[in-house]
């Protein structure tokens, strides 16, 4: 409100034509859209310049931080908190803050900090830091053009690719690519059905290997009467 009493008369409905003209819809078709349940409470302490004691999901374990907000992000659906512990900046996703006590005591906010430029920083770092697994595939045609739409960001497929040896006789080609964890892994990779094979680590081979027989025990028999 303060901002656009201090517009000028000519520029004071710019927000309202803006917004009649432009929707920022950032989820993908098929995320899920409810924001995460901390989401409220990190945005009236942002907001507020509160200080902010976290429980914070990492991996199996869970870890406590203080720290003060300094901004949300949202980046393709998911909210990130960016904030500040003595004179280093970290990022936390939002969904996996597992509780959040916002302090009596507020914080000297740095007027110089520009969020969007730390983020476009960081966020390239951020990311191969949450990619801490190592998973190797061996793909072929197919698998390789699916696969560019399944992995966390543009350099994991293309730093991959680069990396990998001469394809096989089949045109296969041997990746090893960086995840978050060998779940999403499962989760990612499991789209591409027989497109992908596996190769370790040897939990997610055997993983891969259990989903195929449950696959094709349900294409053993003809579909049930009255199913066809």
Do not use: C
């Not at 990492?58 to 512990?85: C, F, H, M, Q, S």
């Not at 027989?194 to 939990?203: F, I, M, Y």
């Amino acid at each position: 409100l303060k901002v656009l009493a201090a517009l000028p008369p000519s520029l004071r409905d710019a927000p309202a034509r803006t917004g009649q003209r432009f929707h920022l819809d950032v989820p993908g078709w098929f995320r899920e859209t409810a924001p995460p349940p901390a989401l409220a409470e990190l945005a009236r302490a942002v907001w507020r310049d509160r200080m902010v004691e976290l429980r914070y999901r990492r991996g199996d374990r869970e870890v406590t931080r203080t720290l003060a907000p300094y901004g949300l992000v949202l980046k393709n659906g998911v909210w990130y908190l960016v904030g500040r512990i003595g004179d280093a900046w970290r990022t936390y996703r939002v969904d996996r803050v597992v509780d959040v006590e916002v302090g009596a005591a507020g914080f000297d906010r740095d007027e110089g900090f520009d969020l969007g430029a730390y983020w476009r920083e960081q966020a390239g770092a951020f990311l191969r830091e949450l990619l801490r697994e190592r998973v190797t595939v061996r793909l072929g045609p197919a698998g390789l053009r699916t696969l560019r739409h399944l992995v966390d960001a543009p350099f994991v497929y293309t730093e991959a690719v680069d990396a990998a040896g001469p394809p096989d006789e089949q045109g296969r080609l041997v990746l090893r690519l960086p995840v978050e964890s060998i779940d999403v892994a499962y989760n990612q990779l499991l789209a591409l059905g027989p497109e992908v094979e596996v190769l370790a680590p040897p939990r997610l081979r055997a993983r891969f290997a259990e989903a195929a027989r449950r696959a094709a025990a349900l294409y053993t028999d003809p579909p049930p009467d009255g199913q066809r």
